[in-house]
């Protein structure tokens, strides 16, 4: 998995690289079928539960599973590029809100609340903590903000399986649900929007969006529980 996550960490840093006005949507999923092709890894998202595309391309009031096509990045849009890797039978998952050139001070904000809220999460990753203070720590990262968080979407177990055991909601109650324990990799993946929480998925069966048309922002990473504390394992 850290092999997988080094390769998961560059392919999401050069599509970062790659996000500018002008770009589609469907050629940075292009980008990214190429890289997997150099490092002799497959997508985790291709064709699971019959997605059509490699990377999940959600743009500005997308909150996830946005399907890449034709869709043009403008100035001031901003993009969540959500990855997975199977590199030797393992996968890694991963996720970064960029913005496309310049963006409004109140999107910058919520880009930088969003990816203290992961750190916040991650921070949590360590034997003896429970699955419920990893959500806790998100939660009060978020809530002076003035930002909502999404809440029918969450983190997961990840490994042999893209979507293991335990669920890992991004709110508390702190103390509760599982243990952690050394040797467990989790996807911890913080989903704020500006405006309200509620949401919806579009005709596409798919692509989920804020009800309230306002931005969203994702970031997510793949950790590794360890006696010396939590291991980031896709770090761009």
């Not at 990855?83 to 890694?92: I, K, M, P, R, S």
């Not at 930002?147 to 109650?173: C, D, I, K, M, T």
């Not at 798919?206 to 306002?214: A, E, K, N, P």
Request: proline content about 6%.
């Amino acid at each position: 998995m850290r092999r997988g996550g080094r390769i998961l960490g560059a392919a999401l840093q050069r599509l970062g690289d790659a996000v500018k006005p002008g770009v589609t949507t469907a050629e940075l999923d292009g980008l990214f079928e190429e890289i997997l092709e150099g490092a002799g890894a497959e997508a985790s998202f291709k064709g699971y539960r019959g997605f059509p595309g490699s990377i999940c391309a959600s743009p500005n009031d997308v909150i996830v599973h946005g399907i890449p096509g034709p869709a043009v990045l403008e100035e001031g849009d901003v993009i969540s590029i959500d990855l997975g890797v199977l590199y030797e039978g393992f996968h890694t998952d991963s996720a970064w809100t960029f913005p496309v050139g310049e963006v409004e001070p109140d999107v910058a904000r919520l880009l930088d609340v969003t990816e203290r809220a992961l750190l916040a999460g991650i921070e949590q990753c360590r034997p003896g903590q429970r699955v419920g203070d990893i959500g806790y720590a998100v939660e009060k990262s978020v809530e002076p903000a003035g930002f909502s968080l999404v809440q029918e979407f969450a983190g997961h177990g990840v490994g042999r399986a893209l979507h293991e055991e335990p669920w890992v909601p991004n709110y508390g109650p702190p103390g509760r649900r599982e243990k952690l324990a050394a040797g467990m990799t989790l996807a911890v993946e913080p989903m704020v929007n500006i405006g309200r929480a509620e949401t919806k998925t579009l005709g596409d069966g798919w692509t989920v969006v804020t009800r309230d048309g306002s931005i969203s922002a994702h970031f997510e990473h793949t950790v590794a529980v360890t006696e010396a504390g939590p291991e980031v394992l896709t770090a761009l």
